[in-house]
């Protein structure tokens, strides 16, 4: 069944390789999508949960 998707390419990859899927659009200049990261820690979120919201951050920052 033919569709469309926005997908990040890490996570789409192998099946682009595969053949599985193809781009249709690949000069296409897309918005950035906002990421919001949720947690049910309350006030005071667990030092490892810190660490990896800023790593993601900072690995995403550059993109």
Do not use: N, S, Y
Not at 11 to 22: E, F, K, T
Not at 35 to 55: E, N, S
């Amino acid at each position: 069944m033919p569709g469309e998707c926005r997908a990040g390419a890490t996570i789409v990859q192998h099946d682009l390789d595969a053949g599985r899927l193809r781009l249709v659009l690949p000069d296409a200049a897309l918005r950035p999508v906002p990421l919001q990261v949720l947690h049910g820690f309350g006030r005071r979120l667990p030092a490892r949960a810190k660490i990896f919201v800023d790593f993601v951050a900072a690995e995403l920052a550059g993109r």
